[in-house]
């Protein structure tokens, strides 16, 4: 299974950091790693992402964020909101929707404070945005 090691030089010699390797990411591959569980979360999600590859783009980061959340014990405690077509978007709403999302990128972070893997596109914005919009 492949995991995602943060902030590891490992032991090369040839390798040396300033910053203790803040922000570095690099994937491990063990064919042992992992609960069965954990093997069978990955697995289906590979099984989603064959099914469905003609018709929606891939999403390259499930791997890290089942890893990151399961390391990170996160459990979603705010229920979702659902507003139907036509019915008034309420302050209790939009506080309940962004401190989900705040809780959520939260639990994303590693352990050097980074989001790994690749944020491209108009989605890189969306991090900052709830952590600015969350903290006003």
Not at 10 to 30: A, C, H, L, M
Not at 98 to 126: E, K, N
């Amino acid at each position: 299974m492949w995991r995602l090691k943060i902030a590891d030089g490992g032991k090369d010699p040839y390798i040396f950091s300033t910053n203790n390797f803040v922000g570095r990411q690099t994937w491990e591959f063990d064919p042992e790693a992992g609960t069965p569980e954990e093997r069978a979360q990955v697995e289906a999600a590979r099984q989603n992402f064959y099914n469905n590859r003609f018709k929606f783009k891939a999403c390259g980061d499930l791997l890290w964020r089942f890893q990151i959340l399961r390391e990170n014990n996160f459990k979603e405690t705010i229920s979702s909101v659902k507003i139907e077509d036509g019915e008034e978007i309420t302050y209790e709403k939009v506080t309940a929707t962004m401190t989900r999302a705040a809780h959520y990128l939260c639990a994303l972070q590693t352990s050097d404070g980074h989001w790994p893997a690749q944020i491209a596109g108009a989605m890189f914005f969306v991090p900052p945005l709830v952590s600015t919009k969350y903290s006003y």
